[in-house]
């Protein structure tokens, strides 16, 4: 079964600091890769996706994210944080077959101080 | 472009009361999904639906729970006789093909009391 490790629970960086989320995950295939941002309360928004080709993806809000097999990772990163970019992070994996459902890590909050 | 719908976005229903959770999916996808995520956790999926019929459902879903696709445009989640930890944010969510993206809809917040 596939499964994904967010080993960050919380990150706290200050405004204009570089940013860097891990993701890890477990799969027997490589799979589909998703990174997704959540405000308080709200729904979720795509921040970028991998499925085949280029290893580095860019997305929305200046974060890009860089799939490496050899370590089974997926890191989301951002040169420079805004405090706008406070919120909770998800990596989600989805399995290459039919009927994919996304399977998601735990989650790492992230606070940005002034 | 083309979104996932969810009505409501909120709703409270009395304990032991059944709910019914609603969803439009993109036209022209044939995969649809629920998915859970209790306050302060992560999301997890429930159910997986794919030609009139479920393909896939986590242990969550239990004889509690039924999905139907009732017309060519709606998704429901029924929950029968709700508890108090039914109580999370229930998202939808469509695949074009059932491979790759999943599209999220904007959830819809039920609170049990």
């Known amino acids: 079964a596939q499964s994904v490790t967010q080993p960050d629970i919380h990150i706290t960086v200050s405004e204009g600091a570089s940013l860097e989320l891990r993701c890890n995950y477990s799969y027997g295939a490589t799979p589909y890769l998703f990174w997704y941002v959540q405000s308080p309360g709200q729904g979720l928004q795509l921040l970028l996706k991998y499925f085949s080709g280029d290893t580095l993806v860019q997305g929305i809000k200046g974060f890009e994210a860089e799939f490496k097999r050899s370590q089974s990772s997926f890191n989301l990163r951002k040169p420079s944080v805004h405090w706008s970019d406070a919120a909770e992070y998800f990596c989600a994996v989805v399995r290459n077959t039919n009927a994919g459902k996304s399977t998601f890590g735990d989650g790492t909050t992230l606070t940005v101080k002034p | 472009e083309p979104e996932v719908t969810q009505t409501p976005s909120h709703q409270v229903t009395q304990m032991g009361q059944e709910v019914i959770l609603r969803c439009v999916p993109i036209?022209?996808?044939?995969?649809f999904y629920w998915y859970r995520q209790i306050l302060g956790q992560k999301v997890e999926f429930l159910v997986s639906?794919?030609?009139?019929?479920?393909?896939?459902k986590s242990e969550i879903f239990d004889d509690q729970f039924s999905v139907e696709r009732p017309d060519g445009s709606n998704f429901t989640l029924k929950i029968r006789s709700t508890k108090l930890e039914d109580s999370a944010m229930y998202f939808c969510a469509s695949s074009e093909r059932g491979q790759g993206l999943n599209t999220f809809g904007s959830g819809t917040r039920l609170t049990i009391v």
């Open positions: 036209s022209n996808h044939l995969y």
């Open positions: 639906f794919y030609n009139n019929e479920i393909s896939e």
